[in-house]
């Protein structure tokens, strides 16, 4: 089947009213994927938000800087990110087990590979996707944090500078909800 016959457009402003977008960062289980049709990974997404950066529509993620996919993304300039029905659980956990740098998890992963009509990378059992194109990538630096829970947290989990996660930034290009 073609993407367009699985998939349906949708605007930002109907995304915001049709999904709680702190479910979809914060409880559900997303795959972040980027990469071309020959060489490409997905990995888990965990964190991050939906809003406005420099007026337009953008997502934010976080990264560990050795990931895979984050290459990949500093290298083609765009992502995707999937969220799936609960049924799926099981695959994308398989997705965050191994690196795809060294292993070939793509493709003994269980999920259908389909290409969006921008030559995303996504697959075909998702609910939704969003395409975005890079717009920025920043490294936190502790003293540009105010909050005392902040910097806790940021201390106990990031033992120096080199953990630090990224945080991507990427303009909203294209959204898609499953007919």
Not at 6 to 27: C, D, H, M, Q, Y
């Amino acid at each position: 089947m073609d993407f367009t016959e699985l998939f349906r457009p949708v605007s930002p402003e109907k995304f915001a009213e049709t999904f709680n977008i702190f479910n979809l960062t914060g409880a559900d289980f997303y795959l972040v994927s980027a990469g071309t049709n020959n060489n490409y990974n997905s990995m888990i997404g965990s964190g991050g938000g939906f809003g406005f950066f420099f007026k337009n529509p953008t997502n934010w993620s976080l990264f560990r800087q050795d990931r895979y996919t984050l290459e990949l993304i500093e290298k083609y300039k765009k992502y995707s990110i999937s969220f799936f029905p609960e049924k799926y659980k099981n695959e994308i956990l398989f997705l965050g087990q191994e690196s795809g740098r060294n292993s070939n998890k793509m493709k003994k992963c269980r999920l259908t590979p389909i290409k969006t009509p921008s030559q995303n990378i996504v697959f075909k059992e998702a609910l939704l996707i969003i395409e975005c194109e890079l717009t920025s990538i920043i490294i936190p630096d502790l003293n540009n944090f105010y909050s005392d829970t902040s910097i806790k947290y940021i201390k106990e989990v990031y033992k120096n500078k080199n953990e630090f996660r990224k945080i991507v930034f990427g303009e909203i290009t294209n959204i898609w909800i499953n007919n």
